[in-house]
């Protein structure tokens, strides 16, 4: 999930949609809102008691896991992005286009009211995700609270990248800079608005997805398909969002490299299913 918040269009929810945990990490992240609305309140016996319900053993792991490859692979794909912008988007294409399949098995019933979402979805998504703001220069600190709070939604809403957000805000090549060159307040600020961004849209989503699972499916599945706009690796990449076709000497490396990726998805989402079942 880390590595894939880095990149400009992969959102870490759609990995964890892939991996099977994503129903378990909206539970786990709303009982962490209501621990820490419960003391915000001053409730402090009603916020440890909420946070004994937390599945630590499940969320610690999680969150070493997404913060080690945050601080050791922004370089590495920062690199990556600025030197094969082709290859890197067709292998992130193709694992999105996979994950549009495996979003869709997770609608039990396709009528036409979830037709119509996932087709109204995937256009609005489309759309919007072909602006683009200019770099913010020098952006203030308290800019970067905002920024969090904004990019933390994304990170758990399959579809919708994270890192694209905050590109679209001007602020992914300055909070890139704070994580290469470790500035500690700025990227406090950041987690703090990511927090509290989390905490009040955790709850809209499990809340959703505990009433109306099926129509909040096939809108995630219409966002992952939109957001194939912003991984079209022709002509620039990720760098930007103008569309045309590929250029036929340099076509055989992406395609493969978007097989590959289609195949990792589709080989975690077999190995997720045989994990689940129940054993005997």
């Known amino acids: 999930m880390g590595s894939a918040d880095v990149v400009p269009g992969v959102s870490g929810g759609t990995v964890a949609l892939i991996v099977g945990i994503y129903p378990r990490l909206i539970d786990n992240v709303r009982r ?16 440890a008691e909420r946070l004994r319900g937390i599945e630590w053993s499940f969320i610690l792991p999680l969150l070493g896991g997404i913060a080690a490859a945050l601080i050791s692979l922004a370089r590495l794909i920062e690199h990556l992005l600025e030197d094969y912008p082709v290859e890197m988007s067709a292998l992130f294409f ?17 009528d036409a009211v979830r037709l119509v979402t996932f087709a109204a979805v995937a256009a609005v998504a489309f759309f919007v995700l072909g602006l683009r703001s200019g ?103 990720i760098e930007g969002p103008e569309l045309s076709g590929p250029v036929a000497d340099e076509f055989a490396a992406p395609f493969l490299l978007s097989v590959v990726g289609a195949g990792i998805v589709f080989l975690i989402t077999r190995l997720g299913a045989k994990s689940e079942a129940p054993v005997g």
């Open 32 to 47: 962490g809102a209501g621990a820490l609305a419960a003391f915000a309140r001053f409730r402090l016996s009603d916020g």
């Open 94 to 110: 193709g694992l999105v286009v996979a994950s549009v399949f495996v979003a869709r098995q997770m609608v039990a019933e396709w």
């Open 135 to 237: 770099e913010a220069e020098n952006p203030a600190t308290w800019v970067f609270f905002l920024a969090g709070a904004i990019a933390i939604c994304a990170m758990i809403l399959p579809g919708v990248s994270g890192s694209f957000l905050l590109l679209m805000l001007g602020m992914y090549e300055a909070l890139l800079g704070a994580v290469n060159d470790r500035e500690i307040l700025v990227l406090l600020v950041f987690i703090v608005g990511a927090v509290i961004g989390l905490a009040l849209f955790s709850s809209v989503l499990h809340w959703a997805l505990d009433h109306h699972h099926d129509l909040v499916m096939a809108a995630i599945t219409g966002l992952l398909l939109g957001s194939l706009r912003v991984l079209w690796p022709w002509p620039n990449g």
